[in-house]
């Protein structure tokens, strides 16, 4: 029945909460790596979770992906006032222009009657091109916008889907295989322990920069984004899980 389904989903999600050691999670019914609604149906419980946190002044940084793509549609307005400045996590990381952040940060700013600040830059960074891009004054301000953004909301991937997905080289390639790469978050790729293994250079939010953020807010599911997901957990920052069913009975199982 319907309030068995509901009473299911809860267990699953308190039993996700200890297994994962994050405060809260949210399960939504189904399977995304099937069911594109499913996404959708993340996206909305992460729109639903948002309108509780929002407040004035707030920076929402956002990564890209499809399940955050998902999410930038089922946006909507999230108050009457003090317009939520939207602005995308990390610079460039090598989506299609529909799965990028900037793509989604706009989308989402648009829908939730906010603002937003983009960010140009090139991917792959070479480290002198990443010393001078930093110093434009139009680069630095929106970096400093993302630095000091209150809300993060970002999709997990696991890794050699998401290496081959950004066209990484072999080299890289063979170096996350070799290091036993699981997951990728914010350009940062993890092994099952959750220790990076590698790090796509950009401009935007570090891994450090999670720690003072007020809310981090995790959206990724499909069973096959279970051990993915168990990873970033082991010691990435969020505040929040969203996933679905799937995925969620997956981690339990211990993959
Ligand atoms: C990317 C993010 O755009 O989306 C990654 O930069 C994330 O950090 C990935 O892992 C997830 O993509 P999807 O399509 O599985 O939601």
Do not use: C
């Not at 830059?121 to 301000?141: G, H, M, R, T």
């Not at 400093?144 to 993060?152: C, Y």
């Amino acid at each position: 029945s319907f309030m068995s389904e509901i009473m299911g989903l809860r267990v699953l999600e308190q039993q996700l909460q200890d297994k994962l050691s994050v405060r809260s999670a949210i399960v939504v019914p189904g399977n995304s790596d099937s069911h594109e609604w499913v996404k959708q149906e993340m996206g909305k419980a992460s729109v639903a979770f948002l309108k509780t946190i929002i407040g004035d002044n707030n920076t929402i940084a956002v990564t890209g992906g499809t399940t955050m793509a998902a999410a930038a549609r089922m946006m909507t307005a999230l108050t009457n006032q003090g317009d939520p400045l939207f602005v995308p996590a990390r610079g460039g990381i090598g989506e299609k222009v529909e799965n990028q952040a900037n793509t989604i940060a706009s989308e989402m700013a648009r829908k939730a009657n906010g603002d937003y600040r983009l960010l140009y830059v090139p991917d792959p960074l070479s480290e002198s091109a990443y010393q001078s891009i930093i110093q434009e004054p139009s680069v630095n301000e929106t970096l400093q916008q993302i630095k000091s953004a209150t809300i993060a909301m970002h999709g997990v991937g696991d890794a050699l889907t998401m290496a081959q997905r950004r066209k990484t080289t072999d080299a890289i390639i063979q170096k996350l295989k070799d290091n036993h790469a699981v997951s990728e978050a914010f350009g940062y790729y993890f092994d099952g322990e959750g220790n990076v293994v590698h790090k796509v250079r950009t401009v935007g939010i570090q891994l450090e920069d999670l720690e003072r953020m007020p809310y981090v807010i995790t959206i990724a599911g499909g069973k096959s984004k279970a051990r993915a997901i168990a990873s970033y957990f082991k010691q990435g920052k969020s505040d929040l899980l969203i996933t679905d069913e799937a995925a969620a009975e997956q981690i339990l199982k211990g993959n």
